[in-house]
């Protein structure tokens, strides 16, 4: 049998794009929060989103300017590509930045011969790989189509086969009432996909719907800042390292000296020097440390 060219290969490829904030600018209605928290948060839950995505598609295409960014999905052992957002105007319907990027996202990925590129918000934590998969199956046969967020109003999931993704999230403020981007999208003749799909829907922006998240069941890396019992956030605290060992960090907290596993760390190596404050959360007896 003829193997196919090249570019015949890659145009069956299925290829995901994420854009996510700099993460000073990340889950602002949660801004009751400690900021290093809310920032903490946002990340977790795009890594998780992340997570589930990749075994899903051929690749996964990330646009953010967040600096460590690409550092942090080799340590969770994500094969993502990091590109920054664009510096210059993006042809498309929009001028958001949430959309730009996307945009600008789709563009490179056709640009190399991908016809099927899928959008994803970056805060699913909750998603499930084979709800992915479900979702791209169900889009099979409309050219662009969409998921609903839980509540319809928003739009988790954009898939474009053989056409760009033109995608509208956002808000768009009419003579009557806003309207979301779930209806953005149906207008400009995308399919709604009609798949109860909770996981792939509920995108988390408050506390409140982190809790409902928590009870359909997170990824792991959002599970390690809540209680596991009651699914609450963790207490922010600001250990200090002391020492630092192979396998075991000891840090100090509010006076006191405690050993935590190595693996309770999240963050650059190089970082990891006695006498550094770095951020935490305490949930239980664990605690969890990042910078």
Not at 110 to 138: I, K, Q, W
Not at 142 to 148: I, V
Request: include cysteine.
């Amino acid at each position: 049998m003829d193997t196919p060219p090249p570019d015949e290969r890659r145009a069956d490829r299925v290829a995901a794009v994420v854009a996510l904030k700099a993460l000073p600018a990340a889950k602002s209605r949660m801004s009751p929060l400690p900021p290093p928290l809310r920032e903490r948060l946002a990340r977790c839950m795009a890594l998780d989103t992340l997570t589930a995505l990749t075994p899903a598609v051929d690749e996964v295409l990330v646009i953010s300017d967040q600096p460590d960014l690409d550092q942090a999905l080799r340590r969770h052992g994500l094969p993502a590509r990091v590109l920054a957002e664009p510096t210059e105007a993006v042809d498309g319907p929009d001028t958001d930045t949430l959309n730009r990027a996307l945009t600008y996202g789709d563009g490179v990925l056709r640009s190399e011969a991908v016809a099927h590129v899928l959008a994803c918000v970056g805060d699913l934590p909750a998603l499930r790989t084979a709800t992915v998969a479900g979702v791209l199956a169900a889009s099979t046969g409309h050219p662009r189509s969409f998921l609903a967020d839980h509540d319809g109003f928003g739009t988790t999931l954009l898939i474009a086969h053989g056409t760009p993704l033109n995608p509208l999230y956002g808000p768009q403020s009419t003579t009557d009432l806003p309207i979301g981007s779930a209806e953005r999208h149906r207008r400009s003749g995308a399919q709604p996909l009609s798949l109860d799909a909770v996981d792939a829907r509920w995108d988390v922006d408050t506390v409140e719907d982190l809790a409902t998240a928590h009870r359909l069941g997170l990824g792991p890396a959002t599970t390690a800042m809540l209680d596991p019992t009651t699914g609450d956030i963790g207490r922010y605290v600001r250990p200090i390292i002391r020492e630092h060992r192979a396998d075991m960090i000891t840090v100090e907290t509010d006076g006191h000296l405690e050993d935590i596993p190595r693996s309770a760390y999240d963050g650059d190596p190089a970082l990891m020097v006695p006498g550094r404050r770095v951020h935490a959360v305490r949930v239980g007896r664990t605690l969890r440390c990042w910078v």
